[in-house]
């Protein structure tokens, strides 16, 4: 027996909620639900969830450290490319964004690099997000990017709504994953690392190298978080209670 406040509670929460999620829950599809603005706006959907808050972005590597190779580029060139299109939706969304590095000559063989300086650096800045971007390396015929994280709720739904997005992006199915990676397991802070795609794989290669596509990428990254962002205002009876039966929508 289900009492008739308690319903018409849960029911104003979930109308508020959709609200707020606008084309997120109305849509109804498993991602990519917001559409990348074709000019240099955000959608009114996006609103201010970033608004305020402090965003790390970590391009893997860097100095003397080059990463994977691809044929054309290393991957920390890559990293960095994909990490500035990545800064640009967060600041469009109002956020503050901070960068471990963000200029082409910091990738330089008499540069230090240090990871564990760079974990430093990062867990003074308290940030409420650290986005790592790397790419994956293996066999040639390997593709599609993959996310990761340590170990939290926080991170693991972070990482689980950016993967989600980047599926319905690029069309795979890699899923989301735990890693033991030193500044994903040391950051005070919810932290993912965005394997953007195989560096190794010609093809995919070439495509991050488009610049078009690493808009279209860091996109559905952005939104992802957006996405995680958004449950953060759930009521929590609405994420820990099983669906209410009694909305069924049925056709
Ligand atoms: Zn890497």
């Keep these: 027996m289900v009492q008739r406040g308690a319903w018409w509670g849960r029911l104003l929460a ?10 997120f829950i109305l849509s109804g599809r498993a991602g990519g639900q917001a559409t990348k603005p074709q000019g240099q706006g955000l959608p009114p959907m996006v609103g201010d969830l970033l608004r305020g808050r402090t965003v790390i972005i970590d391009p893997g590597h860097g100095g003397y450290d080059p990463g994977a190779r691809g044929r054309q580029v290393t991957e920390a060139e890559l990293n960095l490319a994909i990490a500035l ?13 901070l960068m471990t590095w963000s200029k082409p000559s910091q990738i330089a063989s008499n540069r230090k690099y240090r990871v564990q300086q760079r974990l430093t650096w990062i867990n003074q800045h308290k940030a409420d997000i650290l986005i790592d971007i790397h790419c994956n390396s293996g066999a040639s015929s390997y593709h599609g990017p993959q996310t990761f994280y340590w170990e939290g709720a926080a991170s693991y739904h972070l990482a689980s709504d950016v993967q989600q997005e980047l599926q319905y992006f690029t069309g795979t199915s890699r899923g989301v994953k735990r890693i033991n990676q030193y500044v994903l397991r040391y950051a005070k802070m919810p932290a993912i690392n965005v394997e953007v795609g195989f560096i190794t794989n010609g093809r995919e290669e070439q495509k991050l190298l488009n610049p078009t596509y690493e ?4 996109w559905y990254i952005f939104i992802g978080t957006e996405r995680w962002l958004v449950k953060g205002r759930w009521p929590a009876e609405l994420l820990e209670a ?5 909305l069924l929508v049925r056709d």
């Design 14 to 23: 979930i109308f508020a909620v959709a609200l707020l999620m606008g084309g």
């Design 85 to 97: 299109k990545l800064r640009k939706w967060f600041q469009l969304a109002g956020a503050h964004v």
């Design 215 to 218: 808009e279209d990428l860091t």
């Design 242 to 246: 099983p669906p209410p039966t009694d």
